[in-house]
């Protein structure tokens, strides 16, 4: 604000702040480039996180169904009680209705209702769903798998498992779903429900219904579950239901991936005010005498800040907008499926007013520098002198001698240079050598200790009831067994067995279980053993005896240290009925000789499986660990998902699904990782840059009184490459011997503490493309510099050395 008897001088600063850009080339090319990089990162790290957010929730209907809970074996009064709950959005219902077999192919037909298809991401591509009772809606692949040219209207036969004789539908519409395109032998099929009903309806079979509830979308996976529980228990239903957490993860947002880009964001701010930061105080250390001189012709303190900080203002308005424009190209290159338009409304602004504050903090103390000069300070000060020794040894004068002294002459600002080079080094290599060093297969592999493949009773079965009820009619049964027996390339299948247990008498259902072991186990658990003293397995059998495989957890579950002898009385569960019974400690395991890949042979409570069938009659399988011989892994999911398809309450786990998320965890981790370091980088390699360049254009007068002496354009050229190569060199012998320290350190840490599988490889690929960027930008930009200045510095007048 102008006071009345002041001077407006707004229009005179903006001018001389134009002007002093215009001939200041370098500082305004450097700091317009720190800009837009900074406006284009920030840009960029905003719409990647927009886009992820926008990425999962448009993909959560398909991969995960857009329902909120699912309750399983609903009865039609339950039915009828939920479906009028105001709290219920949209509700669907589907029914299983058997497995239909062609040769390899299996299409499992249900009937479901629109709702139902909504909810799981299902469309129908053509037709409508059907109505009448022998009506099909079906994928057009499982027609295109049996080499059938069928449309709708025309009719299909579908042989159900148990039946003789196929059963003909007429095709009503063809559905789409998230595995259509791929190569698979299993296939949906939806019946109408008149269908349904005229092969026993309600009476016969036991639907699933699933759910939306109104405004839910936003909460959490424990609110959820309390929501879905409120409404269920309104309807009368004594089920727990399963809640869709993987929707609701895909759907909001996490704190850590918010936290990355709050992060990533504030180290791109840090960087770029440094960085600009440097650039304004070296020109207006170089521009001293200019100031001065602005002093002398009446300029006050405040025009002379008004001054600078328009400069910033000039150079963000020149850099900012196309940095933002440029940001959001990249943007949309990298995630197009979750670019919206609609996002420029409010990164545009938030990228500009963060890169405004940047520009304007950074300028903000070296514009009170300029102000602060008096003419008197300004004329005396000379830079070169500031830091010169003076030494009365003599000296042998070479290119390589005047490039230590200029380098030992600014140790501050090249110790600067340094650090942040090592800064990126650092972080470059020590994570690298922790990714190198890091196998998807062997991540995997943690889960799978005993095959490729793990059969078990499934989450729904155990979320609804208890282990004891569920074992009452164990879907792992002999039979199942036998013809997991029949698989190709099968070399061994290992059952887990386990007894449900609870610690208070009390108790009506299990709390815990207890893990089964066989004879042939005893000689591991007998080698990561506290206690020298070891007992066969017939007298553990013989005297109930127990092994405690996890004594952190026995302290945290029974508050107590477990001893040898010590004895141990739990309510033992056998299906429908239960008793007490009373077990000996007769071992107890080192956790700290256990291997990762190996602490999944143990569990709190290790009991021998022929205790635990003399203790109960029911089956205490868990379940099937499956190897088979490599070749024949992908031949061996074929047909152990094809006998799988008809039994309820089962579910497979593949070492090849686990490998393939583990790969896509550490390519995602890499990208974010590489691309933070990267950031990083780029303001160190800019920082490099204008050391550089500040340098030699600060020296000119340096140079040409070296010139003048007789020194060649080429030693002068040496000696200028050689400080920017000390520099450089510097940096790097540092960066890896420090980073490749820190990544042994931090992998010899992880693989012995929570990541065996780690073994340690120094990422040479990365270091030396590392390597190869700064060297190579150093005797570019150094190159480029001189190359500038060369008129100037090849015929020196008498001015410039002056």
């Keep these: 604000m102008t006071l009345p008897f002041e001077n407006d001088s707004c229009a005179i600063t903006k001018k001389l702040a134009i002007a002093h850009l215009k001939r200041k080339r370098l500082q305004k090319n450097l700091s317009k480039f720190a800009i837009l990089l900074s406006a284009v990162l920030m840009t960029v790290v905003l719409f990647i996180s927009a886009g992820i957010i926008e990425v999962n929730q448009n993909d959560s209907n398909s991969l995960t169904g857009s329902y909120h809970a699912m309750l399983s074996g609903i009865r039609q009064t339950e039915y009828e009680r939920i479906r009028q709950d105001e709290r219920i959005e949209s509700l669907g219902i589907t029914v299983p209705m058997g497995v239909g077999i062609e040769g390899e192919n299996r299409i499992n ?37 049996l080499n059938l040219n069928a449309g709708i209207g025309d009719t299909v036969l579908i042989t159900l498992e148990n039946e003789d004789s196929p059963t003909e539908y007429t095709i009503s519409g063809f559905l789409q779903t998230t595995a259509s395109g791929t190569n698979r032998i299993l296939y949906a099929g939806i019946v109408s429900e008149q269908n349904w009903l005229a092969s026993g309806g309600w009476e016969t079979h036991t639907p699933t219904i699933m759910f939306r509830i109104n405004g839910a979308d936003n909460l959490g996976t424990k609110e959820m579950e309390q929501a879905a529980l409120e409404i269920t228990k309104d309807a009368g239903i004594e089920k727990t239901p399963l809640v869709n957490s993987a929707y609701l993860s895909l759907r909001n947002p996490s704190f850590y991936m918010i936290g990355v880009a709050a992060v990533v964001i504030a180290v791109i701010l840090i960087a770029s005010i440094l960085v600009i930061h440097s650039i304004f105080h070296v020109s207006i250390l170089n521009e001293i005498h200019s100031f001065g001189q602005f002093r002398t012709i009446g300029m006050t303190t405040k025009q002379i800040k008004s001054m600078v900080l328009k400069e910033g203002s000039y150079l963000w308005i020149g850099s900012a907008p196309i940095g933002v424009v440029l940001g959001t190209l990249i943007g949309y290159i990298l995630i197009p499926s979750g670019f919206r338009p609609f996002c420029i409304l409010w990164i ?29 300070e300004a004329m005396k000060y000379d830079a070169v002198i500031k830091n010169f020794r003076s030494s009365s040894k003599i000296h042998r004068v070479s290119p390589h001698s005047l490039a230590v002294k200029q380098i030992r002459r600014h140790r501050k600002k090249n110790i600067l240079t340094v650090a942040s080079l090592v800064l990126t080094g650092i972080l470059l290599i020590g994570c690298s050598s922790v990714l190198s060093s890091i196998r998807a297969e ?21 979320i609804n009831q208890p282990l004891e009820k569920v074992q009452v009619n164990n879907p792992l049964t002999n039979s199942l067994k036998d013809e997991l027996m029949t698989i190709s390339g099968l070399e061994t299948i290992r059952e887990i067995h386990n007894l449900p247990v609870a610690v208070e008498s009390s108790a009506m259902e299990s709390d815990a279980a207890m893990v089964g072991f066989e004879a042939s186990d005893l000689s591991f658990y007998q080698s990561v053993s506290m206690d020298s003293e070891h007992f066969s397995y017939q007298e553990l059998v013989k005297q109930n005896g127990i092994i405690v495989g996890r004594p952190d957890d026995f302290m945290e579950t029974f508050h107590t240290e477990p001893q040898i002898g010590q004895t141990l009385s739990l309510k033992v569960f056998n299906g429908n009925t239960s008793q007490q019974a009373t077990f000996t400690i007769m071992g107890i395991l080192d956790s700290s000789r256990i291997s990762d890949q190996d602490m999944q042979k143990t569990d709190m409570l290790l009991l021998p499986v022929e205790t635990m069938q003399n203790l109960v009659n029911c089956s205490t399988v868990y379940e099937y660990q499956i190897r088979v011989s490599d070749e024949m892994e992908t031949q061996a999911e074929t047909e152990l998902r094809q006998i799988l398809q008809g039994n309820a309450g089962v579910q497979i786990d593949t070492l090849s699904a686990a490998v393939s998320e583990a790969k896509n965890f550490l390519i995602g981790f890499q990208a974010v990782l590489l691309t933070a370091i990267a950031l990083l980088g780029c303001f160190a390699v800019l920082n490099l840059s204008n050391t550089i360049l500040t340098g030699i254009i600060a020296r000119r007068k340096e140079f040409s009184l070296f010139r003048s002496v007789g020194m060649t354009y080429k030693q002068l050229s040496a000696m200028v490459q050689e400080e920017g190569l000390v520099i450089s060199i510097s940096g790097l012998i540092i960066s890896i011997l420090a980073g490749g320290g820190i990544g042994m350190f931090l992998c010899n840490f992880l693989q012995r503490e929570t990541m065996s599988y780690l073994n340690y ?16 930008c150093t005797i570019l930009i150094t190159t480029l510099a001189l190359y500038q200045q060369r008129k100037r510095l090849s015929y020196p007048s008498n001015d410039t050395v002056r």
């Design 109 to 145: 037909l249900s009937y479901s209702d629109q709702a139902t298809l909504s909810l799981n991401g299902l469309t129908i591509t053509e037709g409508d769903l059907p109505i009448k009772e022998n009506e099909i809606l079906i994928e057009k692949d499982y027609l295109d798998a």
């Design 348 to 376: 545009w602004p938030f990228a500009l007013l963060l890169t405004f504050l940047a520009v304007r903090f950074s300028v903000r103390k070296p514009a009170k520098i300029a102000a602060s000069i008096s003419p008197v």
């Design 442 to 462: 062997d991540m995997a592999q943690q889960g799978f200790p005993n095959g490729q493949f793990l059969v078990r009773i499934s989450n729904e079965e155990l």
């Design 761 to 776: 490889h120094f990422p040479v690929a990365t270091t030396a493309i590392f390597a190869i960027i700064i060297l190579g």
